[in-house]
Nanobody, 125 residues
Framework: QVQLVESGGGLVQAGGSLRLFCEAS????????VAWFRQALGKERLFVAA???????YYADSVKGRFTISRDNGKNTVYLQMNSLNSDDTAVYYC???????????????????WGQGTQVTVSS
C-alpha cells in the first residue's frame, strides 16, 4: 500500500528556515502530482506548494518567493525549503500525492488520494 512520510518539522525562530522532506513507498513521485498543504489549529487545510509530473512548481501566493518545492527522482523524495518564516507559517504540514491530479485541480486537497501523517512546524516570535 502507498505510504507517505513527512519529516523535518520543528521549532524555529521567526526569520529562520526549515526544510521538509516527503518520502513515499509504492508510489513513484515522478509519475505523480505531489503537493504540500498546511493546517493551523482550528483552521482549514490550505494549499502551500506542488510539483507537477513534468517537474513544474506551483505556489500559494502566501509563500511565493519564500518557499521552494523540489523533487529528487533518484531518491523518490520531495522537499519543501521554507525561508523567512513567520508566525503565520505555524501549522501542521502534510505531503499529498496522486498520479491522476491535473494542473486545474492541483491546489484542491480533496483531489489527492494519498496523504502523510503531517509534521508540525512552529515559528516563534
Amino acid at each position: 500500500q502507498v505510504q507517505l512520510v513527512e519529516s523535518g518539522g520543528g521549532l524555529v525562530q521567526a526569520g529562520g528556515s526549515l526544510r521538509l522532506f516527503c518520502e513515499a513507498s509504492e508510489l513513484t513521485f515522478s509519475r505523480s502530482t505531489v503537493a504540500w498543504f498546511r493546517q493551523a489549529l482550528g483552521k482549514e487545510r490550505l494549499f502551500v506548494a506542488a510539483v507537477s509530473r513534468n517537474g513544474n512548481p506551483y505556489y500559494a501566493d502566501s509563500v511565493k518567493g519564500r518557499f521552494t518545492i523540489s523533487r529528487d527522482n533518484g531518491k523518490n523524495t520531495v522537499y519543501l525549503q521554507m525561508n523567512s518564516l513567520n508566525s503565520d507559517d505555524t501549522a501542521v504540514y502534510y505531503c499529498a500525492a496522486d498520479p491522476s491530479v491535473i494542473i486545474t485541480w492541483i491546489a484542491t486537497a480533496r483531489e489527492y488520494d494519498y496523504w502523510g501523517q503531517g509534521t508540525q512546524v512552529t515559528v516563534s516570535s
